[in-house]
């Protein structure tokens, strides 16, 4: 399997920065993307950003210009550089990545979130 351990959130003012980090362990054969999703309190988890491993990027209308999402395939760890942070952007942050076990076939995988809370 795929293990992902998210790290980064917190609580931040508004027009603040963070950067959200997330790496992937296990027996990996091949990592094809890796993504951000979040999920707000009463709301369906909606795509943030997401990358491919060929360094093709796609993000939602609401976090361009200001969010910026980087691999690097060598540490198997991908990053979400937050700025401008609006309170709309609070919620739960959730790694993603779709890859290839050694044994196995191409699958999501998920970590277990992490909280980014904007607010004065």
């Known amino acids: 399997q795929v293990q992902l351990v998210e790290s980064g959130g917190g609580l931040v003012q508004p027009g603040g920065s963070l950067r959200l980090s997330c790496a992937a362990s296990?027996?990996?054969?091949?990592?094809?993307?890796m993504g951000w999703y979040r999920q707000a309190p009463g709301k369906q988890r909606e795509l943030v950003a997401t990358i491919a491993s060929s360094g093709i990027t796609n993000y939602a209308d609401s976090v361009k210009a200001r969010f910026t999402i980087s691999i690097d395939n060598g540490k198997n760890t991908v990053y979400l550089q937050m700025n401008s942070l609006r309170p709309e952007d609070t919620a739960v942050y959730y790694c993603?990545?779709?890859?290839?076990?050694?044994?196995?076939?191409?699958?999501?995988?998920w970590g277990q979130g992490t909280q980014v809370t904007v607010s004065s």
């Open positions: 296990g027996s990996i054969f091949s990592i094809y993307a």
């Open positions: 993603n990545t779709n890859a290839r076990v050694v044994a196995g076939t191409r699958k999501d995988y």
